[in-house]
């Protein structure tokens, strides 16, 4: 199994999204997948993940290569955005075939909430406010990123800060079941047992 990540931006994105996704398909006994981050080309942001000429671009280079496609990107209070991802869905369907599944998802509000969700945070914070949040990266994840003292590091902390949160993996998916428990479910059931 072969999998391609499809970011909205993968050049903060992928150092949440490898380990996170890696660590959900492990969690879903898919342990011999290969997991990628598609980094060509570039989606310069949602917009652009979004549009399906785009899509249909990368899934015409990746087609086959890839067995499983997962467009993720940041839902950042954008009500709508479940619909148009839907939409995606069901031309990825109709263009890949039965040989290969795409799926779509939107991280609720943004992909750093993920991250947050596998650690221990300041007491102070309440989960709901940080899920509510329509911009928790600049209220709650670089603040967190600061406190645990690896703002410095390789994207602003994120390399770091998923892969310890991904070990922890039963975390995220108990506070995120809106997004990493609804891709849990479409991935268990679009893959063959």
Known sequence: MRVLIIPEDFRKDQYILKPIITAMLKYLDMNRAKVI?????LLGGVSQALKWKLIQEIL?????????????VDRDGEE??????DQLEQEAKKFLGPKRLYFAENAWQEVE???????D??????????RSE????????EPFAKLSGVWD?????RKTLAEEAACRYTKIRQRCPEDIKALEN???QGIPA
């Not at 909430?113 to 650690?119: Q, S």
Request: glycine share 6%; aromatic share 12%; hydrophobic share 35%.
């Open 153 to 157: 590091q390789l994207a602003e902390g």
């Open 80 to 85: 709508g955005r479940r619909k148009r991802l």
């Open 134 to 141: 329509r911009d928790p990266k600049e209220r709650y994840y």
């Open 113 to 119: 909430v993920w991250v947050l969700a596998g650690h």
């Open 60 to 72: 015409e280079i990746y087609k086959n290569k890839i067995n499983l496609f997962l467009l993720i």
């Open 186 to 188: 479409k991935i268990q």
């Open 121 to 130: 945070l300041p007491n102070d914070w309440q989960w709901k406010t940080i």
């Open 37 to 41: 981050v598609c980094t060509d080309p």
